[in-house]
């Protein structure tokens, strides 16, 4: 099993940057990627970024050139700032991790509301 414990959300200006932090334990050496997905209100949940264990990363074209996605090993926890922000990323983060055994492990999300 592995548990995840995400942090960093809130309310922020349009504009404004927050960082999302996402803290992993339990059997984590079969991780072999972690990211963050977001929910809208009457949307589907999306993919915003993902980092692999080997640091390739992938984003979403609304994420690219705003957020980041970083990892810091020893801690075992994955981060996303996020700068720029819009009105429209507004939603519920969701930190995820990828086993290569037994499949996706998720947080229990994060509220982010960007105001105009």
């Known amino acids: 099993q592995v548990q995840l414990v995400e942090s960093g959300g809130g309310l922020v200006q349009a504009g404004g940057s927050l960082r999302l932090s996402c803290a992993a334990s339990?059997?984590?050496?079969?991780?072999?990627?972690m990211g963050w997905y977001r929910q809208a209100p009457g949307k589907q949940r999306e993919l915003v970024a993902e980092?692999?264990?080997?640091?390739?990363?992938n984003y979403a074209e609304s994420a690219k050139g705003r957020f980041t996605i970083s990892r810091d090993n020893a801690k075992n926890t994955v981060y996303l700032q996020m700068n720029s922000l819009k009105p429209e990323d507004t939603a519920v983060y969701y930190c995820?991790?990828?086993?290569?055994?037994?499949?996706?492990?998720w947080g229990q999300g994060t509220q982010v509301t960007v105001s105009s």
């Open positions: 339990g059997n984590i050496n079969s991780i072999n990627a």
């Open positions: 995820y991790a990828t086993d290569r055994v037994y499949g996706t492990y």
């Open positions: 980092i692999t264990s080997g640091g390739s990363t």
